[in-house]
């Protein structure tokens, strides 16, 4: 089983950065693909990001393409989302996933409890 946690969202102002950490608990880590989600006020959660076990390749929503960048530290046990030029609409509470399958470009299978992420103009 696989606990995450995800940290650093809060307000920002348009075209600011953040940085969104993810923490996972489980020996098997290093074999899952990891990946960002987004539920937006009122709407369905989406697909943002993705990345394979060994970080090697990555997969993106077109709308976060060139501003948002996912990454991950194995020996950290952490998957990051860099995010860039942030836009008024990328207001959103933000959702680290997990997938055994470790080439998964739609991890689902766990999900962490949400965090919080606003941007204004």
């Known amino acids: 089983q696989v606990q995450l946690v995800e940290s650093g969202g809060g307000l920002v102002q348009a075209g600011g950065s953040l940085r969104l950490s993810c923490a996972a608990s489980?020996?098997?880590?290093?074999?899952?693909?990891m990946g960002w989600f987004r539920q937006r006020p009122g709407e369905e959660r989406e697909f943002v990001a993705a990345i394979s076990w060994s970080g090697g390749t990555t997969h993106y929503a077109d709308f976060v393409k060139g501003r948002f960048t996912i990454s991950r530290d194995n020996a950290e046990s952490t998957v990051y989302l860099q995010m860039n030029s942030l836009k008024p609409e990328d207001t959103a509470v933000y959702y680290c996933a997990a997938d055994p399958d470790g080439y998964s470009n739609y991890p689902r299978q766990y999900w962490g409890q949400g965090i919080q992420v606003t941007v204004s103009s």
């Open positions: 489980g020996r098997a880590f290093r074999t899952y693909a």
